[in-house]
């Protein structure tokens, strides 16, 4: 079974994405990419199978009577041959999953460099998302997790910046944005020649109460399994002068805020 889904791929993807002079390291598509794929491929083969028979039919509506049952046959081979690679994979990944089927889950965040947001790279064309189809961003500061994660990395912080053309990593960050690559090292310095140093804080809430945590190693954390924010995840990742604690905030959780919804503790 996995030979057949994987079949090929190896060969078809790029391993290195080049962004400028700078190059950063592009993920070979995960199983569910692959599978996802296929099967978009055998359903379009499917639909060109039937358009032809469908032709074919027509074509020979006047012939014998065994001309029209192989025909019909075919029909049934191509539907019941596409049903089955869909409902197998589904199933297969399903089998495959950390988290037993599929997910639903959120998680906003805010890039800061010495004071200034900094916004990703806006998505193009009509998909209107930056990643992939499970783990992306729709240009609103939310990391989308819809469908099935087959490691419990695939839901890391880090990761999403992988498959954005980025990277996060505990004492550094490149950013993919509109106008190229933003990277930000522990131990350059802002504008003013302040030394500075990348840092990661976590918004969590429980119940009526939030707090803020600042993370130790950022590069493995896992965003929380919720899909509405609050209480789902607002990150912060900043490049500032070393702090203990944030006062920046996740707009959904400052609405949460002004609503008397949560309130931090």
Same mark, same amino acid.
């Given at each position: 079974?996995? =030979?057949?889904?994987?079949?090929?791929?190896?060969?078809?993807?790029?391993?290195?994405?080049?962004?400028?002079?700078?190059? &950063?390291? #592009?993920? +070979?598509?995960?199983? =569910?990419? &692959?599978?996802?794929?296929?099967?978009?491929?055998?359903?379009?083969?499917?639909?060109?199978?039937?358009?032809?028979?469908? $032709?074919?039919?027509?074509?020979? @509506?006047?012939?014998?009577?065994?001309?029209?049952?192989?025909?019909?046959?075919?029909? +049934?081979?191509?539907?019941?041959?596409?049903?089955? /690679?869909?409902?197998?994979?589904?199933? /297969?990944?399903? #089998?495959?999953?950390?988290?037993?089927?599929?997910?639903?889950?959120?998680?906003?965040?805010?890039?800061?460099?010495?004071?200034?947001? +900094?916004?990703?790279?806006?998505? %193009?064309?009509? *998909?209107? @998302?930056?990643?992939?189809?499970?783990?992306? %961003?729709?240009? =609103?500061? !939310?990391?989308?997790?819809?469908?099935?994660?087959?490691? *419990?990395?695939?839901?890391? +912080?880090?990761?999403?910046?992988?498959? $954005?053309?980025? %990277?996060?990593?505990?004492?550094?960050? *490149?950013?993919?944005?509109?106008?190229?690559?933003?990277?930000?090292?522990?131990?350059?310095?802002?504008?003013?020649?302040?030394?500075?140093?990348?840092?990661?804080?976590?918004?969590?809430?429980?119940?009526?109460?939030?707090?803020?945590? @600042?993370?130790?190693?950022?590069? *493995?954390?896992?965003?929380?399994?919720?899909?509405?924010?609050?209480?789902?995840?607002?990150? $912060?990742?900043?490049?500032?002068?070393? @702090?203990?604690?944030?006062?920046?905030?996740?707009?959904? /959780?400052?609405?949460?805020? #002004?609503?008397?919804? $949560?309130? %931090? !503790?």
């Amino acid at each position: 079974m996995d =030979d057949l889904l994987y079949s090929g791929y190896m060969g078809i993807f790029p391993e290195v994405l080049a962004h400028g002079v700078e190059e &950063v390291e #592009q993920l +070979v598509p995960a199983l =569910d990419q &692959v599978i996802r794929s296929n099967s978009v491929k055998f359903t379009v083969l499917a639909l060109g199978a039937f358009l032809i028979l469908t $032709i074919l039919s027509i074509l020979l @509506k006047s012939k014998t009577e065994r001309i029209k049952y192989a025909l019909y046959i075919l029909f +049934v081979v191509v539907a019941l041959s596409n049903t089955i /690679y869909l409902a197998g994979s589904t199933i /297969y990944l399903n #089998q495959q999953s950390t988290t037993g089927g599929p997910i639903h889950y959120h998680a906003d965040f805010e890039i800061w460099n010495c004071g200034v947001k +900094v916004e990703i790279a806006d998505p %193009e064309g009509l *998909s209107n @998302k930056v990643g992939t189809e499970v783990i992306h %961003e729709h240009n =609103d500061d !939310r990391i989308h997790i819809e469908g099935v994660l087959l490691d *419990s990395h695939d839901a890391a +912080v880090s990761h999403f910046f992988e498959l $954005i053309g980025g %990277e996060l990593h505990n004492d550094h960050i *490149s950013i993919p944005t509109d106008n190229g690559i933003v990277s930000l090292q522990t131990g350059q310095t802002c504008s003013d020649r302040t030394a500075a140093a990348l840092q990661v804080f976590v918004f969590k809430s429980q119940g009526k109460t939030f707090s803020q945590t @600042k993370l130790i190693d950022p590069e *493995s954390y896992i965003i929380s399994p919720h899909s509405n924010v609050p209480p789902g995840d607002c990150i $912060i990742i900043e490049f500032a002068p070393f @702090k203990e604690k944030t006062d920046k905030l996740c707009n959904f /959780y400052k609405v949460a805020v #002004q609503k008397g919804e $949560i309130y %931090e !503790r």
